[in-house]
């Protein structure tokens, strides 16, 4: 964990290491979920933070979620103290066993409690990854007739859903971050967040509401990022062809490196 700038991280990685008859290092049973939930705590922190008083906005996108603690947290604080949730999910059938016990109750929560929002996102042009929880202090921080840039913004980004497994059997990581709304790299989460809903529906519609946002929202907040900080940047998916942004940022950053490059990731596709 640590901090750049304003922004403060911390990431929970699950590092595997279950060791059963058949079963890979990086992939865990039913026996070692208790142990492993609790270390990692994600589902936990999650429910704090919906139950927190001062969050007022919570919004969740995942292709499978199968946490009802989440769900349900989510569910009582929509309908008792009125914390606005959007929940941006993938439309299989439910139920589909327990990767979508939490997905089912969300749906159910939704017809009856008008805070809670539910948009299909669907499966047009891939899977739905978008794998973000945001939590925020103010309902909308860039919102021109109420600034509240000070406001707290919370967010989880990972490599699993909220399923099952995700929070914890397999080797997944978790970066939380938080900080002002005026951070980039929070107004960029808080901007894709606002923006997803259309993706699906239309396509051009979602980049417009999203370079609109960012646009809004560095123009009222400038920039955080003093001399001498290392910048990070939020690049949301679908990335835009012929030339993906992260690739692009990605290929820049090598070509501008004097001593050394240090990469982490899953897999290299790209020539």
């Known amino acids: 964990e640590g901090v750049v700038g304003d922004l403060a991280w911390e990431l929970r990685a699950n590092g595997g290491g279950c060791k059963h008859p058949g079963k890979p290092a990086t992939w865990c049973d039913e026996s070692d979920r208790a142990g492993i939930l609790s270390d990692m705590a994600i589902e936990d922190t999650m429910v704090d933070l919906i139950r927190s008083p001062r969050i007022r906005f919570v919004a969740i996108s995942y292709y499978a979620v199968g946490s009802p603690r989440v769900a349900d947290a989510l569910c009582e604080q929509a309908a008792s103290r009125q914390l606005q949730v959007s929940a941006i999910l993938q439309d299989w059938p439910v139920p589909r066993g327990a990767g979508s016990n939490g997905y089912k109750k969300i749906f159910e929560c939704a017809a009856t409690t008008p805070n809670l929002r539910v948009v299909k996102l669907g499966g047009q042009g891939g899977i739905h990854h978008a794998k973000i929880f945001l939590a925020s202090e103010s309902l909308d921080p860039f919102d021109p007739t109420m600034p509240d840039l000070k406001a707290k913004i919370l967010v989880t980004v990972s490599s699993a859903n909220l399923?099952?497994?995700?929070?914890?059997?397999?080797?997944?990581?978790?970066?939380?971050?938080?900080?002002?709304?005026?951070?980039?790299?929070?107004?960029?989460?808080?901007?894709?967040?606002?923006?997803?809903?259309?993706?699906?529906?239309?396509?051009?519609?979602?980049?417009?509401?999203?370079?609109?946002?960012?646009?809004?929202?560095?123009?009222?907040?400038?920039?955080?990022?003093?001399?001498?900080?290392?910048?990070?940047?939020?690049?949301?998916?679908?990335?835009?062809?012929?030339?993906?942004?992260a690739i692009d940022s990605l290929l820049a950053l090598i070509a501008g490196s004097r001593e050394s490059v240090k990469v982490a990731a899953h897999i290299f596709t790209a020539s």
């Open 163 to 245: 399923s099952h497994n995700g929070v914890g059997m397999h080797l997944e990581n978790w970066l939380i971050m938080n900080g002002p709304a005026s951070n980039p790299v929070l107004r960029g989460n808080w901007c894709y967040v606002k923006a997803l809903p259309l993706l699906a529906k239309n396509r051009p519609e979602f980049h417009e509401v999203h370079r609109t946002c960012l646009a809004n929202a560095q123009a009222m907040s400038g920039t955080s990022s003093g001399a001498g900080v290392t910048p990070i940047e939020f690049i949301p998916m679908p990335a835009t062809k012929p030339a993906p942004k």
